[in-house]
């Protein structure tokens, strides 16, 4: 079916480990967006990308890099994992402005 | 900058019951404006959007009308049933530019049998 693919599903990682959140979409979108969700807060952006080869921050950006080589892919990296980024993570594809998200189902990484 | 204000949860309801979740907005111009809803354990879904003022979205029985004068989209149903439990998000996308979407902290909702 056609969507956001996310993987792994869930994930825990020791202090200081670096890993890559996967994301794939089929839909051809050009804009692609990292989300984490934690209790209290709602959804807070990490980075985005408007299309391949461009990226920007979003609102909590430290500790995590992504790059956008393709249309299709957007990985996010997190470089040395802290226990204040455990977390669900959600990546989220969009055509151009005004028609809404399809987000995948989420990466809940717990980072101990 | 642009912000989303919803009414704090959870709301508990019986089934049959009508509900609304109140969101307010605070942006420049006219943005677009999104419901999303969250059911355990899984991604936001888009549920319905509004991209004008007086415009009204509507789908699976909801409803959310887009007024400018009030800055408001309250999110209605007029008969909740236990399979509409879920986490309901208000969402808006500015119109200075850009694309990046702001969520509302997102209200529960229990709908009891």
């Known amino acids: 079916n056609a969507g956001v693919t996310q993987t792994p599903k869930f994930q825990v990682l020791k202090t200081g480990q670096s890993m890559t959140l996967q994301c794939a979409q089929d839909m051809n979108h050009e804009y692609m967006s990292w989300y984490r969700q934690d209790p209290g807060m709602g959804l807070r952006l990490i980075h985005y990308?408007?299309?391949?080869?461009?990226?920007d921050q979003g609102e909590v950006p430290n500790g995590y890099n992504v790059s956008r080589s393709t249309t299709e892919d957007f990985p996010l990296r997190l470089l040395s994992a802290a226990p204040s980024q455990t977390s669900v993570y959600f990546c989220a594809s969009s055509p151009p402005t005004g028609y809404g998200y399809t987000f995948g189902s989420g990466t809940r990484l717990t980072v101990v | 900058g642009d912000s989303v204000t919803q009414m704090e949860g959870p709301v508990t309801l019986s089934e049959e019951a009508f509900l609304t979740i109140n969101c307010t907005y605070t942006a420049t111009g006219y943005p677009s404006l999104f419901w999303y809803v969250q059911y355990p354990g899984e991604g936001l879904q888009l549920l319905l959007k509004a991209t004008k003022a007086d415009d009204k979205g509507s789908n699976k029985g909801f409803e959310a009308t887009y007024r400018k004068e009030t800055t408001s989209f309250h999110l209605e149903k007029g008969s909740v049933q236990v399979s509409d439990s879920a986490v309901y998000f208000c969402?808006?996308?500015?119109?200075?530019?850009?694309?990046?979407?702001?969520f509302g902290a997102g209200t529960r909702l229990f709908v009891k049998a």
């Open positions: 969402a808006l996308i500015g119109n200075t530019g850009g694309f990046k979407t702001i």
């Open positions: 990308s408007v299309g391949a080869g461009i990226t």
